[in-house]
């Protein structure tokens, strides 16, 4: 199911075709992404085929960002706890394409997404030194420091 943010930017999940186009912009910015995320310098397109493969919508499920028509990042879910109902929600926007408020705005959409889904709250776990991502989280409604795990924090937006 593709999700409309705006004019601008619009959603669409994962697969090989849209994963190949985002690729090159991944590994432009690679060196930086794998500070905050589990992923090496050495990550090969093949890797990007496997993980569109193993996804199981809807709340496992990755967005491709579109601006303009161009991909240009993602937004993904993970670890979907059934009994809380809640998962924890990523993002990422290309460095050519960040400044845009794109990051917020398609966040924002798929927490609405989520909630027509009846989930009860969003996780993102960030590294300390992740900034702007602490920034952008803290910008959300209802979106609270859930706790201190040593180099990461866990914030929880509640849904309802």
Not at 35 to 42: A, K, P
Not at 66 to 73: R, V
Not at 76 to 98: H, I, P, T
Not at 118 to 127: E, S
Request: glycine fraction near 4%; hydrophobic fraction near 40%.
């Amino acid at each position: 199911m593709e999700l409309f943010v705006n004019d601008s930017v619009k959603l669409k999940p994962i697969d090989h075709e849209n994963a190949d186009l985002l690729f090159p912009l991944l590994k432009a910015d690679l060196k930086e992404i794998s500070q905050w995320f589990s992923i090496g310098e050495d990550y090969k397109l093949e890797y990007e085929h496997a993980f569109v493969d193993e996804k199981n919508p809807p709340f496992d499920e990755t967005f491709v960002i579109y601006y303009d028509g161009q991909p240009c990042g993602r937004v993904g879910l993970y670890d979907y706890d059934q009994s809380k109902a809640e998962l924890y929600l990523y993002y990422w926007v290309a460095s050519a394409f960040r400044r845009k408020h794109i990051a917020i705005e398609s966040i924002l959409t798929v927490i609405d997404h989520l909630k027509s889904l009846g989930l009860k709250g969003v996780l993102f776990d960030l590294k300390k030194g992740n900034e702007y991502s602490i920034a952008l989280i803290n910008q959300l409604p209802n979106a609270v420091l859930l706790r201190d795990e040593g180099d990461i924090l866990i914030y929880r937006c509640s849904l309802q």
